[in-house]
């Protein structure tokens, strides 16, 4: 049984940082896509980044580029989210999620597996 826990959200300042991490069990995830998503209040689910756990390749929204950082760490099945910069407007419940591995990447249907979400405040 697939299982993804995130941790390591909380409230923080604008302009600090956070990491977000995803611990994965239940599959062969070296032929899958790990990505993380957010949602605020009153938002639809909307992609952040994705990282193809075969090669690294790494794939990121436009409104995180150069601020987050997706990473993997395949000794402990773990992936990453290093937020850097932040900004009130990514104030959002955070989830990482899983896929067969495929071109397509930042559409929520797409994935199979989902964690439970971990809260990430951002204050002005």
């Known amino acids: 049984q697939v299982q993804l826990v995130e941790s390591g959200g909380g409230l923080v300042q604008a302009g600090g940082s956070l990491r977000l991490s995803c611990a994965a069990s239940g599959r062969t995830f070296s032929r899958y896509t790990m990505g993380w998503f957010r949602q605020a209040p009153g938002k639809e689910r909307e992609f952040v980044a994705a990282i193809f756990w075969s090669d690294g390749s790494t794939y990121y929204a436009d409104s995180v580029k150069g601020r987050f950082t997706i990473s993997r760490d395949n000794a402990k099945n773990t992936v990453y989210l290093q937020m850097n910069s932040l900004k009130t407007e990514d104030t959002a419940v955070y989830y990482c999620?899983?896929?067969?591995?495929?071109?397509?990447?930042?559409?929520?249907?797409?994935?199979?597996?989902w964690g439970q979400g971990t809260q990430v405040t951002v204050s002005s």
């Open positions: 999620a899983t896929k067969p591995y495929g071109l397509r990447y930042t559409a929520p249907n797409d994935y199979d597996y």
